[in-house]
């Protein structure tokens, strides 16, 4: 049985374009999928503390060593990275904030990087430890960044999903939306024909 992961990363829990567009997609491969099973995790709603002392603390801390606090902080993580682990198909609603991801899905990908987990270093480099994983990433845009210097959020989504190992990541873009009705229409528009191609 397939299993779909969708994570939706927007920072506003209602209206979100980037999430109306990852639930379309995930319809959609729901639909040429029968019995598929989808999980949803939303980044907003079920927030993740960012980074500090004590989340490093337990990250780097063996098992054996952890106190009770770092355990339960360590276990959050291990469940996001078997989640991620389980899914066969990955949708990711990335709205493009500032030029960047939304600081919810950096912070789930902070917990979901650790060493000998999900990625490790060889002596020929770095080596992820998620494979066999097809990635759609929605990202939605109120201007037109694809394809030009400005556009750092493509670059660094696929640098790090492929840091984990995920290497067969596919882009659906909308892109404008912020430019007038007439723009946002055919952002949607050439978004959902990508969905609508979509395998």
């Known amino acids: ?10 920072a506003r829990s209602q209206g979100a374009n980037s ?9 959609k491969l729901q639909q040429a999928n029968p019995g598929a099973k989808l999980v949803l995790r939303d980044l907003q709603a079920d927030a993740l503390p960012h980074l500090d002392d004590a989340v490093l603390g337990a990250f780097f801390t063996p098992a054996e060593q952890r106190t009770p606090g770092q355990a339960a902080i360590a276990a959050r993580s291990d469940a996001l990275i078997d989640e991620l682990q389980a899914a066969d198909v990955i949708i990711i609603g990335a709205p493009m904030y500032n030029f960047g991801i939304s600081s919810q899905l950096k912070t789930y990908f902070d917990w979901i990087a650790r060493a000998g987990v999900t990625f490790r270093y060889t002596a020929n480099g770095p080596e992820g430890l998620v494979k066999g994983k097809k990635v759609y990433v929605v990202a939605a845009r109120g201007g037109k ?3 030009t210097p400005a556009d750092s959020h493509t670059p660094h989504l696929k640098t790090f999903l492929g840091f984990i190992g995920i290497t067969d990541v596919e882009f659906i873009y909308a ?3 912020n430019m007038g009705p007439d723009a ?16």
């Open 1 to 10: 049985m397939t299993t779909i992961l969708q994570l939706n990363s927007a």
């Open 19 to 27: 999430t109306l567009l990852a639930n379309e997609l995930a319809a």
């Open 145 to 147: 960044y694809a394809g």
């Open 175 to 177: 892109e404008g939306l």
């Open 184 to 199: 946002a229409g055919a952002a949607l528009a050439s978004a959902r024909e990508a969905i609508a191609a979509a395998a």
